[in-house]
C-alpha cells in the first residue's frame, strides 16, 4: 500500500465477500493515482482531509483500487459497506459524489460484479425467461412484440384496436409506450380496462396466450393502485420505466406486485451516451436483474438507437446466462440461481432485421417493432403478419427472400424497407 494514495493497493487480492467496480477515470489535472485515490476515497469511507473522529476500525472498510491499467481501475469495497437489498444505497456509494469531483475530468462506471451474500438479498425476477415462455405458451422462438403507435394522442379506443389488430397478426406482445401514462385523452383505468379486453378477444380468436404490457409509472402509491387494477382486469404483465421512476420505485413494484414486469430504460442515453463519463448500460442492466425485473430493453446493434453488436452482446448475455465471463468493459459475475432475464431488441426494427438479431443475440429475446409493424398501409395486422412470418421463415431454416415469395406480407415489408441502411 502506497501511503502517499492510502486506497490504493496494487498487491491486494479481492476476497469473495467484495464488491468489485470497474470504472475509466479520466484524471484533471493529476496523476492518474491521485485521480484513482479520490475516487476510492470518496466512494467509501474516506474524505479530503484526515478528520479527528475516525477510528482504526473504521479504516478496514476502505475500498481498495487494486488494478490499474490505463485509464481503467477496478476497485474493491467490503460487502458491510452496502445495506442488503438497498439498490440505492449502493448506486449512492459507487456511483454517488464520486462523479461531481473536480479531480477527475470523466469517471465511468463499467459494470460491477456482486458478492454472493449482498446479491442474494435481491429478489431478481419473479418470472424471467423460463416464466415469460410458459405465460405466453411459446417454447423456443423469439417472441414477437410491438409498441402502439403513435405513442401518444390516441384515444382509449383507437389505442386498444390499435393493440388488438397487432395481436391476432400475430405479436405476442403489445406494450405502452415510455412517456404514456394517464393523459386526458387515454387515461389509465379506460385504457386497462378495454386493451386487456381485447388482448382476451385476440387469444381466444387466434388460439394463442397474448400479453399487454400496461405503463403502470407514477408516484409510487398510484403505481401499486395501477398494477392492482392490471391484475384485477386479468393482466399478466406491467411496465415500468426504471430510470425515471427509479430503483427504488422497482423494487417497491417487485415487491408489491405478482405479474411480470417489463422494463423500460428510458433516459438511460442521459447516463450512458458519453464513453467517458456516467454510467454504462451494462451497470444499469446489473442492477435491474437484481432488483427483479423479468424482460429489458437493451439494444439492437442495428436500428435507431445506439449501440454496437458487441456490447449488445456483452448486455445480452449477462442478462440471461447464470456465469459470465470477464470482457474487455465487463466483470465475471455468478448470479448464482438468480433467475435469466429475458432481453428485448427494440428501436427502429423491421421484418428485415430479424435474421440479424436472431444469429447475434438468439431466440431467447423479444424483437420488438413499432413503426416496423404499423407501416403498412393496410393496417397494423398486415404489419404484425410480416414480422412473425420473418421469425417463422429463420426457424424453418429458410432465407428472408425465398419464405416471402409464397408470404404476402412479408414481401411487401422487405420491399418497403429495403433501401434502408443502418
Same mark, same amino acid.
Given at each position: 500500500m502506497d501511503k502517499k494514495f492510502p486506497f490504493i493497493d496494487q498487491g491486494y487480492k479481492p476476497s469473495r465477500n467484495d464488491l468489485i467496480c470497474l470504472f475509466k477515470v479520466t484524471p484533471a489535472g493529476m496523476s492518474i493515482n491521485e485521480a484513482v485515490n479520490n475516487v476510492a476515497l470518496e466512494s467509501s469511507v474516506g474524505t479530503w482531509t484526515p478528520v479527528s473522529s475516525n477510528k482504526k476500525y473504521v479504516n478496514k472498510l476502505g475500498?481498495? %483500487?487494486y488494478a490499474i491499467s490505463g485509464n481503467f481501475v477496478k476497485i474493491a469495497y467490503p460487502q458491510e459497506l452496502f445495506e442488503e437489498g438497498s439498490v440505492p444505497?449502493?448506486?449512492s456509494s459507487i456511483a454517488g459524489n464520486v462523479f461531481g469531483m473536480k479531480c477527475i475530468k470523466g469517471l465511468r462506471l463499467e459494470d460491477i460484479k456482486f458478492p454472493?451474500?449482498?446479491l442474494k438479498s435481491f429478489p431478481g425476477?419473479?418470472?424471467g425467461i423460463?416464466?415469460? =415462455? =410458459?405465460i405466453l405458451g411459446v417454447k423456443k422462438r423469439p417472441l414477437v412484440g410491438t409498441i402502439v403507435k403513435p405513442k401518444l394522442?390516441?384515444?382509449t379506443k383507437d389505442h386498444a384496436q390499435v393493440a388488438y389488430d397487432s395481436w391476432i397478426g400475430g405479436c405476442d406482445l403489445v406494450k405502452d409506450d415510455e412517456n404514456l401514462s394517464s393523459q386526458k385523452f387515454n387515461p389509465f383505468d379506460k385504457r386497462a380496462a378495454q386493451t386487456l379486453e381485447m388482448c382476451d378477444k385476440a387469444s381466444e380468436e387466434t388460439g394463442e396466450t397474448k400479453g399487454y404490457l400496461i405503463n403502470v409509472t407514477a408516484e409510487s402509491m398510484d403505481m401499486l393502485k395501477r398494477a392492482d387494477l392490471a391484475k384485477e382486469l386479468g393482466g399478466k404483465f406491467v411496465m415500468h420505466d426504471i430510470i425515471t421512476a427509479g430503483f427504488a420505485s422497482l423494487q417497491t413494484l417487485r415487491e408489491n406486485c405478482t405479474l411480470g414486469i417489463h422494463a423500460h430504460r428510458a433516459m438511460h442515453g442521459a447516463f450512458t451516451e458519453n464513453p467517458d463519463h456516467g454510467l454504462s448500460m451494462m451497470a444499469i442492466a446489473d442492477f435491474a436483474r437484481m432488483a427483479g425485473v423479468d424482460?429489458?430493453?437493451?439494444?439492437t446493434g442495428i436500428g435507431k438507437m445506439k449501440g454496437g453488436k458487441e456490447e449488445i452482446q456483452d448486455i445480452n448475455e449477462e442478462m440471461e446466462m447464470q456465469r459470465v465471463k470477464k470482457t474487455k468493459h465487463r466483470l465475471e459475475q455468478n448470479w448464482g440461481d438468480m433467475k435469466p432475464v429475458m432481453s428485448v431488441c427494440s428501436g427502429g426494427i423491421y421484418p428485415g432485421h430479424v435474421p440479424y438479431l436472431m444469429r447475434n443475440f438468439g431466440e431467447d429475446i423479444i424483437i420488438q417493432a413499432g413503426g416496423g409493424i404499423h407501416w403498412n398501409p393496410r393496417g397494423t395486422k398486415y404489419g404484425a403478419m410480416g414480422m412473425r412470418q420473418?421469425?417463422? %421463415?429463420v426457424m424453418n431454416g429458410e432465407r428472408l427472400e425465398t419464405y416471402s415469395k409464397s408470404h404476402l406480407e412479408l414481401r411487401e415489408a422487405l420491399e418497403k424497407f429495403s433501401k434502408l441502411r443502418f
Open positions: 475500498a481498495k %483500487a444505497n449502493i448506486l454472493q451474500k449482498l425476477p419473479r418470472y423460463e416464466g415469460y =415462455r =410458459r394522442g390516441l384515444k424482460s429489458l430493453h437493451i439494444g420473418a421469425v417463422d %421463415a
